[in-house]
């Protein structure tokens, strides 16, 4: 049972000054996991009509994927990571909001997080869960401590045009840093760590006549690459999939992502009805993103290198059909 419990304070010094503060509890049966009255508030300033401040700060808890409590090692008569604690984390974000015209809007955030009690492995390694979910390979937890740490900081931009004028447009960015330690006290980049992350969405309307209209659409996004490491050809073999060594995991990394997507729909608007025919077109120049390495040896041929690529969706033409009533 995860049981959560808060209490919450808000107060108006003004209509546009606005201060929350609250504590909030957590409490996890199946590790006996207890977080106790964790501070958060929040600040809002809305300074003029067309520019606000805000900021952000507070203490958080959070449970490790499931399965990690109920795993046993082969030759255990019981789960040896049941008792693990929570994840933590301090969050700090501040804000700027600005209205550039009447449908157009701007936001700019810097953050930082720092995080305590990652779970890492008993011997020096740089294994730390923190960097579990940036991939699919399989995951069979050793015995684990929470002594691992970490932080991420960067800035964060959005631009918006609202829908006015039959197009919108969205135009968001980051660009960040992500680094922890493991057990060996090294520190080294997360797998999330590719730098920056940038995406722009637009569309636009054309009204063929009283029930019929055209929608054009495009998105872009760019990306750093995801980073990896040395591989242990000798484990990799071992254990039939990608191992890395220890020493400069991480360090190395992909070409960035680069992705662009296109849409073109059609729309009848009958009675009771609306009947759009759309066609999305995603990774329209096939651009081959490098997803990760995997170990895929092939059949019959033992010198050939079981180290390949894993490529990201290639070109793929979607097309639908949908009725609103």
Do not use: C
């Amino acid at each position: 049972m995860l049981i959560q419990s808060y209490i919450q304070w808000k107060h108006k010094f003004s209509d546009d000054f606005i201060f929350t503060v609250g504590l909030h509890n957590q409490s996890f049966s199946l590790s006996n996991s207890h977080s106790w009255a964790q501070p958060r508030a929040g600040l809002k300033w809305i300074v003029n009509d067309k520019n606000s401040l805000s900021l952000g700060i507070g203490r958080h808890s959070q449970t490790l994927p499931v399965y990690t409590y109920f795993y046993q090692l082969e030759g255990n008569t019981e789960a040896h990571n049941k008792g693990m604690d929570y994840m933590k984390s301090n969050h700090a974000v501040l804000g700027y909001s600005r209205k550039i015209a009447k449908n157009v809007s701007g936001k700019i955030e810097t953050y930082y997080q720092d995080l305590s009690n990652i779970p890492v492995e008993l011997n020096p390694s740089s294994f730390s869960l923190i960097n579990q979910g940036s991939g699919f390979s399989r995951f069979f937890p050793d015995s684990l401590k929470n002594s691992g740490t970490g932080y991420n900081y960067g800035i964060e931009f959005t631009l918006e045009k609202y829908y006015s004028s039959n197009w919108h447009m969205l135009l968001t960015g980051a660009v960040y840093n992500s680094r922890y330690e493991g057990s060996d006290g090294i520190e080294r980049n997360t797998s999330f760590n590719g730098g920056y992350a940038a995406n722009i969405l637009t569309g636009r309307e054309f009204k063929l006549n009283e029930k019929t209209s055209l929608g054009l659409g495009a998105k872009v996004t760019v990306a750093g690459g995801k980073r990896y490491g040395t591989v242990n050809d000798s484990a990799s073999t071992a254990q039939q999939e990608i191992i890395f060594i220890d020493e400069g995991f991480n360090e190395l990394q992909f070409e960035d992502y680069f992705r662009a997507d296109f849409k073109l729909s059609y729309k009848y608007n009958a009675k009771k009805v609306t009947h759009e025919f759309s066609l999305d077109i995603v990774n329209l120049l096939g651009t081959k993103n490098i997803l990760n390495l995997t170990y895929a040896p092939v059949p019959g041929d033992p010198t050939a290198n079981p180290i390949r690529k894993n490529y990201q969706l290639g070109f793929l033409p979607i097309f639908f059909y949908r009725l609103d009533f």
